[in-house]
């Protein structure tokens, strides 16, 4: 670092006096006090007051996937676990008090959650750098944190809590740009596999947000902002002697998006045998339904079985199978059924189910996640006229409603994930 500074004064036009000697003087006070400034102008691993830590993560895949009409081949960023680099700075204030910050963002080419038929490098405005966390934070040991900034909720991650495998869970993450593909001879239209299982995990923004101290295993989580949002999380954890235990619950108010959610996670492993059970679930309450008649609430569950053993020196390994059953998500919203004319539908009822098998292999040494998946979705939904084909007015349902069915999804996906 010092040299680093010495040839920034160099380049600078301040050189070094000629003769050696102590450093004493005008000019050797100055030299001292210009390296002081440019080495906590630096990055490094903090500074006199601050530490510094650098993260991050590169996780790309290869994915096969067919959705009734086409098949293709695409490399993505997995958004399971995006590719990220971050910042993580604190400072002890005293014993009890301490304070920081942490700055991350993701770089996503092709992610997987933006990928469709029509774009195999995900949507346009999707590849950019994005911004995830910058916030600041205050810690008491007795008080808890509070935290002010772009950051996750309270209930971010509340679904997908997994003792076992890491790179699956409740969300769709692969065909959720994907749009359904009706079978037989039915019209084409503008809905998505996404939107028949629409956000069950939760999202960051700008939020005020408080984390109690760990009690007896027990964490409260709360957040408030962006419009008025607001959430509350409990999360509990607890070892036995043979058994480990993970779980949250959580309650959202998303007023931004006209909808609130009750959800949750859980996850036990035996650890001598490596078996474990991760499930999840949700209701929600969607406020935002353009048909008039419209009463569903949508809910979900999902589940993991599978084993994590030690096959090799290497790292763990862990095999699993999974089931997803999702129902009456976005019942309500307008689709688009793409005949002669787009003509305004409304949807009344959806159901989508999957299934899948992975298997994962840790490489400890070098803080790599080799994974290889495969993935089923079906589904089947109703969609009833609407009366105006005026996009802001309410959809007054028009007849009785049509019963379609989607063309099975399904992917193959193999991928690494490299941390560091």
């Given at each position: 670092?010092?040299?680093?500074?010495?040839?920034?004064?160099?380049?600078?036009?301040?050189?070094?006096?000629?003769?050696?000697?102590?450093?004493?003087?005008?000019?050797?006070?100055?030299?001292?006090?210009?390296?002081?400034?440019?080495?906590?102008?630096?990055?490094?691993?903090?500074?006199?007051?601050?530490?510094?830590?650098?993260?991050?993560?590169?996780?790309r895949a290869i994915m096969a996937w067919d959705d009734g009409n086409e098949t293709n081949v695409y490399e993505?960023?997995?958004?399971?676990?995006?590719?990220?680099?971050?910042?993580?700075?604190?400072a002890q204030i005293t014993s009890d008090w301490s304070a920081g910050y942490r700055l991350e963002i993701e770089?996503?080419?092709?992610?997987?959650?933006?990928?469709?038929?029509?774009?195999?490098?995900?949507?346009?405005?999707?590849?950019?750098?994005?911004?995830?966390?910058?916030?600041?934070?205050?810690?008491?040991?007795?008080?808890?944190?509070?935290?002010?900034?772009?950051?996750?909720?309270?209930?971010?991650?509340?679904?997908?809590?997994?003792?076992?495998?890491?790179?699956?869970?409740?969300?769709?993450?692969?065909?959720?740009?994907?749009?359904?593909?009706?079978?037989?001879?039915?019209?084409?239209?503008?809905?998505?596999?996404?939107?028949?299982?629409?956000?069950?995990?939760?999202?960051?923004?700008?939020?005020?947000?408080?984390?109690?101290?760990?009690?007896?295993?027990?964490?409260?989580?709360?957040?408030?902002?962006?419009?008025?949002?607001?959430?509350?999380?409990?999360?509990?954890?607890?070892?036995?002697?043979?058994?480990?235990?993970?779980?949250?619950?959580?309650?959202?108010?998303?007023?931004?998006?006209?909808?609130?959610?009750?959800?949750?996670?859980?996850?036990?492993?035996h650890d001598p045998s490596g078996i474990y059970l991760s499930v999840a679930g949700g209701l929600r309450d969607?406020?935002?339904?353009?048909?008039?008649?419209?009463?569903?609430?949508?809910?979900?569950?999902?589940?993991?079985?599978?084993?994590?053993?030690?096959?090799?020196?290497?790292?763990?390994?862990?095999?699993?199978?999974?089931?997803?059953?999702?129902?009456?998500?976005?019942?309500?919203?307008?689709?688009?059924?793409?005949?002669?004319?787009?003509?305004?539908?409304?949807?009344?009822?959806?159901?989508?189910?999957?299934?899948?098998?992975?298997?994962?292999?840790?490489?400890?040494?070098?803080?790599?996640?080799?994974?290889?998946?495969?993935?089923?979705?079906?589904?089947?939904?109703?969609?009833?006229?609407?009366?105006?084909?005026?996009?802001?007015?309410?959809?007054?349902?028009?007849?009785?409603?049509?019963?379609?069915?989607?063309?099975?999804?399904?992917?193959?996906?193999?991928?690494?994930?490299?941390?560091?």
């Amino acid at each position: 670092m010092i040299i680093i500074a010495m040839m920034h004064l160099i380049a600078s036009g301040i050189w070094l006096p000629a003769a050696a000697g102590p450093a004493t003087g005008p000019c050797c006070d100055d030299i001292e006090s210009r390296i002081t400034e440019i080495e906590t102008s630096l990055a490094r691993k903090g500074n006199r007051r601050t530490s510094l830590r650098i993260y991050g993560q590169v996780n790309r895949a290869i994915m096969a996937w067919d959705d009734g009409n086409e098949t293709n081949v695409y490399e993505v960023d997995n958004e399971t676990s995006t590719t990220r680099l971050g910042f993580i700075g604190s400072a002890q204030i005293t014993s009890d008090w301490s304070a920081g910050y942490r700055l991350e963002i993701e770089a996503i080419g092709a992610g997987s959650n933006f990928v469709s038929a029509d774009f195999d490098d995900g949507l346009p405005g999707n590849n950019d750098v994005k911004l995830r966390h910058s916030y600041w934070y205050l810690t008491n040991r007795q008080f808890g944190r509070l935290s002010i900034g772009q950051q996750s909720q309270a209930t971010d991650n509340i679904t997908i809590i997994n003792l076992g495998a890491q790179m699956n869970d409740g969300a769709l993450h692969y065909n959720n740009r994907f749009d359904v593909k009706v079978t037989g001879n039915g019209p084409a239209m503008k809905l998505t596999w996404g939107a028949l299982a629409f956000t069950v995990d939760s999202f960051r923004g700008n939020f005020v947000r408080y984390d109690s101290p760990v009690q007896d295993g027990f964490l409260i989580s709360a957040a408030w902002g962006e419009d008025d949002f607001a959430d509350i999380a409990l999360r509990y954890a607890k070892n036995w002697s043979q058994f480990r235990f993970a779980a949250g619950f959580g309650y959202m108010n998303n007023r931004e998006r006209d909808f609130s959610d009750l959800r949750g996670s859980a996850s036990l492993i035996h650890d001598p045998s490596g078996i474990y059970l991760s499930v999840a679930g949700g209701l929600r309450d969607d406020q935002g339904s353009v048909v008039v008649s419209n009463t569903d609430l949508g809910h979900f569950q999902y589940y993991q079985l599978g084993v994590k053993t030690s096959l090799t020196s290497l790292g763990s390994t862990t095999f699993y199978g999974d089931l997803g059953h999702y129902d009456n998500f976005n019942v309500g919203k307008e689709i688009r059924l793409m005949q002669t004319v787009a003509t305004r539908h409304g949807l009344t009822d959806s159901t989508l189910e999957r299934w899948g098998i992975g298997l994962e292999q840790n490489l400890d040494a070098a803080g790599v996640l080799l994974y290889a998946q495969y993935h089923h979705y079906d589904a089947r939904f109703s969609a009833v006229g609407c009366t105006t084909e005026v996009f802001s007015a309410p959809c007054i349902p028009a007849g009785d409603p049509g019963d379609f069915t989607a063309e099975p999804w399904q992917a193959a996906v193999v991928g690494a994930r490299v941390q560091f």
